[in-house]
């Protein structure tokens, strides 16, 4: 492929990549034997890497990692089932980022046990990790099939309503702190998030959605 088509990135799409920690070794030790000089990028479960595994990746030319964080929130994460500490996920992306290698989170907002609170909480992930990639404020869609879906009265049913107004006020002001980590001037600083007014009254998200 880089010969026929002379590219120098390459992105593998495997929503799991590091699962099976050995393949990727073996990869990354082909890549060095090979002497292929491209860089690559993937997306991993924070709970899946290692700082050892890292190095291995580094060494062979990764230099994007996406990260599925979902939630700052510990209650959230638990809720979703997500597998891991909020803990593990900052100590992860830091060490990432550490290395050179650029983390992409993404966080849902709206999922089951969400508050104002928690979403905020996103904002303080993203101050404390400082990912350098890209950070991604998705709204929660619950599709059919999924267990969110067939069980919405299970998670929903303690759910507190969040005002509209608070869910885009946190995803500007997400993508507001990203862009203060990372532009290489300093005119974003004096740009502010605008104030939101949401026309017709706060609604609950959970409801809206279903």
């Known amino acids: 492929v880089q010969d026929k088509y002379k590219i120098n990135?390459?992105?593998?799409?495997?929503?799991?990549?590091?699962?099976?920690?050995?393949?990727?070794?073996?990869?990354c030790r082909g890549i060095k034997e090979r002497n292929l000089d491209f860089e690559w990028g993937c997306s991993a479960?924070?709970?899946?890497?290692?700082?050892?595994?890292?190095?291995?990746?580094?060494?062979?030319?990764?230099?994007?990692i996406f990260f599925g964080i979902e939630s700052a929130s510990q209650?959230?994460?638990?809720?979703?089932?997500?597998?891991?500490?909020?803990?593990k996920a900052k100590e992860m992306v830091k060490l990432t980022e550490k290395m050179g290698i650029k983390t992409h989170c993404s966080f849902i907002l709206g999922l089951p046990?969400?508050?104002?609170?928690?979403?905020?909480?996103?904002?303080?992930?993203?101050?404390?990790?400082?990912?350098?990639?890209?950070?991604?404020?998705?709204?929660?869609?619950?599709?059919?099939?999924t267990e969110l879906w067939d069980k919405e009265s299970e998670y929903f049913g303690n759910t507190p309503s969040i005002p509209a107004a608070d869910i885009i006020r946190?995803?500007?002001?997400?993508?507001?702190?990203?862009?203060?980590?990372?532009?290489?001037?300093?005119?974003?600083?004096?740009?502010?998030?605008?104030?939101i007014e949401i026309i017709g009254g706060p609604a609950s998200f959970a409801q809206t959605q279903m």
């Open 113 to 145: 046990n969400e508050t104002v609170e928690s979403i905020d909480e996103m904002i303080r992930f993203v101050e404390e990790t400082m990912p350098s990639g890209r950070v991604l404020p998705n709204v929660l869609e619950i599709l059919p099939g």
């Open 170 to 195: 946190v995803q500007l002001e997400l993508f507001y702190k990203f862009f203060e980590i990372s532009s290489k001037g300093r005119e974003l600083l004096t740009i502010e998030p605008p104030d």
């Open 45 to 64: 479960r924070v709970d899946l890497l290692s700082k050892d595994l890292l190095e291995v990746m580094n060494s062979s030319g990764c230099k994007n």
């Open 75 to 87: 209650r959230v994460l638990d809720t979703v089932k997500k597998g891991f500490s909020i803990e």
């Open 9 to 27: 990135v390459i992105s593998f799409a495997d929503d799991n990549f590091t699962m099976k920690r050995n393949r990727v070794i073996e990869l």
